[in-house]
């Protein structure tokens, strides 16, 4: 399973750090991501990181969000900087990973709240 952590509320410019920690029987976890889904909005991909550390994230939060991975304990951080109003969301993270059993799964958390506003 996947488990999301560390959205809240922040003024616009403040910071937040979200963490998503899978867990299970795992063999390994290719390409983690967070996506973002604001009120009456689709749920969209903010970024997301490879096994080797190559990451990527949209052209609205280059140069304040950055995402990264730690495959030893098996989780994954965004940091996110100068929190903007549009930011607002419930963030979730998505993983694809093989099981101990050799299953092919694409695994979402369950989703934190970010709030952005003065």
């Known amino acids: 399973q996947l488990q999301a952590s560390g959205g809240g509320s922040v003024q616009p410019g403040g910071s937040l750090r979200l963490s998503c920690a899978a867990s299970g029987s795992i063999r390994s976890i290719g390409v983690m991501s967070w996506y973002r889904q604001s009120s009456g909005g689709k749920r969209s991909v903010v970024a997301a990181v490879t096994p080797d550390g190559s990451a990527t994230v949209i052209a609205s939060v280059k140069g304040r969000f950055t995402v990264s991975r730690d495959n030893a304990a098996n989780t994954m951080a965004l940091e996110m900087n100068g929190l903007r109003p549009e930011d607002a969301a419930v963030y979730y993270c998505?993983?694809?990973?093989?099981?101990?059993?050799?299953?092919?799964?694409?695994?979402w958390g369950q989703g934190t709240l970010v709030t952005v506003s003065s």
């Open positions: 998505n993983a694809n990973l093989i099981t101990s059993s050799g299953d092919n799964l694409s695994l």
